[in-house]
């Protein structure tokens, strides 16, 4: 259990790191970010900070003795700098979780061991194998590198039979997951935080809407069923324990209707903090930052409960960071700059939260 | 109007400098302290800050070059200090607002020409001035330094004539006022905001209760009529509307009852966020620090909305601040630990914030 004034390393100094610095400080807790970007965005709001390569072992053990315990804000950390680092301080959620998460076929078989639903899925390696896939998984379908993908890159549609080659092609031959359509109402997530002592709190469903594969607006409340919403905490909650996960992780869902009645299937992990948990920085009574960093010092996490009838976010992608003007002017709307100086297409830039006020 | 990215300097590094930074980060706009203490908790939240001596010329001008714009986070910079720095940068709220606050009868003469009610007061400037005012304003009263006291330092109770003189002697014969006590039904405050193009938001009326001089507690709402409510708000907009202020100012007030009807006296006003507005960062939809920067900034100010049927500020007065673990485990609660180190006795070290969801 961290002592208020302890430092917490964060590994990645986007904007994710610099949205959990923030929420450290008012906990009275340090952060130090380490980066290898010289323009990380987190570098601004902290007092410390390392700007090194991940492989860079002197700056590593530099960074590990200057701080409690470390996290970080990306799922593609360097297993080897993982192991590096927690020889030296606790690595909060165990870099094992990375293991389970950065390849999506092992995501998925572990899913599936636990008895937890998803999207059917194959592994494919050949263009053979592709084919097989498609033929035991139907089409259309999508092709995905099993590693590295984020926001649609790595991914490859397949409409037809006919398209296969050239997906396996445009994806350069490296090992693939083939993942089936699913015809889903509606995508939801859910914003799950354990500590190591066991206790889970979850945020509210989110209902999360999709803009050319990057997240648009996040919702809450969600428009499912309350057994809905207690399916999906419930499944968080299951990931969050068999991982014996510590912090924050986002569980992305597809709602279908089977037989009449809606269930979900597990889409994603993202072992950090996620995108659609933003809201609850503006729109909840703890977010979902302040919730990691409780469960990465060793505190009690916090109840969440949501403030207003309604919370809505939006992304601010490229250019739509330059309208700030008129996202000033909204009522209840909160702005976040990630301060990542000039937009760039399809890049998060900001995001605003409006909460409507009431019950 | 500043542009995104843009630093804007702040003077003093306690924890509303350190506030008002947290608050500037999702704005996008950078924020450079400058303090002369060493330990200034400030300076652990932003990426650049200057530690010297107020009367530091090359370190002032160095740190007038490196902003934007400059503000304050206390009303006692020296009128030489700011005087210097708005010959190289903009400085807000306009340094003619300190010379009006920095003297408790500059102040009163100053409200009491807008034809706004305080409680009765004259200048005392010996002994034999003293025995005049309590001839002219009654017992009991309160002795105070013309500048520099807050938080109770610099005051002195005369139940009795026969304590004046021990009084005048306690406050070592620096020029004083003497302010009538008041009969007050409950204190209030009215954080207000104000643009250079003129534009004012005030939050709510929030309700203080002080223990030992010092805020205790804050309560939105205030139990007062509504009539009340928007005659403290007309006060507090009058006197920003009066010094051409920009930014966010404290307005202290005594509710009072004559005949029959609530009314308000000001008691002080604060040039500079406030103590009882920091409800406002859990309990707002825009914090009282934020809509500081944004008037600062040249950037619109944000309709204040309260989140929740209630909000509750308690001030971590020295020792308190050691029981954090108390106030994770509270629902609805947020901890602000201000980063000051040991605990000294009277020294605000943080504050909790309770927000009861719902309308």
Known sequence: MLKVGATIGILGG??????????????G??????????????????????????EDKDALAGFADAVDVITYEFENVPAETAAFLSKRKPVLPDPKVLALTQDRLVEKDYIASLGIATAPYAAVSSAAELHAAIEKIGLPAVLKTRTLGYDGKGQAKIMKVSEANAAWRALRGVPCILEGFVKFEREVSVIAARTAG????????????????ILHISTVPAKVSSALAAEAKRVATKIAKAFGYVGVMGVEMFVVRRKGAQHVLVNEIAPRVHNSGHWTIDGATVSQFEQHM???????????????????????????????????????????????GKPSPRRKMGHVTRVWPGK
């Open 294 to 340: 409780r469960a990465v010092a060793g505190w009690p996490l916090a109840k969440p409960l949501r403030l207003g009838k309604k919370v809505e976010m939006i992304n601010l992608i490229g250019d739509e960071i330059l309208d700030t003007a008129h996202w000033l002017k909204q009522p209840g709307t909160s702005l976040h700059v990630y301060g990542k």
């Open 198 to 213: 066991g206790q889970v709190e979850c945020f509210e469903v989110t209902e999360n809407v999709h803009r050319d594969h």
């Open 29 to 54: 807790l340090r952060c130090h970010v380490y980066s290898p970007e010289k323009e990380s965005c987190a570098f601004e709001v902290v007092h410390a900070y390392t700007c090194a390569a991940y």
């Open 14 to 27: 986007g904007q994710l790191a610099r949205m959990l610095a923030l929420a450290a400080a008012p906990l």
